[in-house]
């Protein structure tokens, strides 16, 4: 059974920076997305990445986050100038290489104070 595991999540003031990681336990997944929950909202896509390191994301954070591969195991997300809307639970998303699927990981809390 894959593990993902999202970490770097906490508290900051409205302007500030956070670094996000997503570890998967087994480099036969491949984490693919970002994705963030607000309270009462749905769950929304944040950014992607694919297997060439191609990039996109949503029109909300677009130059403001990156997202990038660190290994074949762990993706990032740079979170600069953070804003109160963008607090929420954010998730990462993988799949089997070979079969397929969807799979997350618990998430990570990020609150930002106006």
């Known amino acids: 059974q894959v593990q993902l595991v999202e970490s770097g999540g906490g508290l900051v003031h409205a302007g500030g920076s956070l670094r996000l990681s997503c570890t998967v336990s087994?480099?036969?997944?491949?984490?693919r997305s970002w994705h963030r929950q607000a309270p009462g909202k749905q769950r929304e896509l944040v950014a992607t990445?694919?297997?060439?390191?191609?990039t996109t994301y949503a029109d909300s954070v677009k130059g403001r986050f990156t997202i990038s591969r660190e290994s074949a195991k762990t993706v990032v997300l740079q979170m600069n100038s953070l804003k109160p809307e963008d607090t929420a639970v954010y998730y990462c998303?993988?799949?089997?290489?070979?079969?397929?699927?969807?799979?997350w990981g618990l998430g990570t809390q990020v609150t930002v104070s106006s």
């Open positions: 990445i694919d297997t060439i390191d191609n």
């Open positions: 998303n993988a799949y089997h290489r070979i079969l397929g699927g969807s799979y």
């Open positions: 087994d480099s036969i997944f491949n984490i």
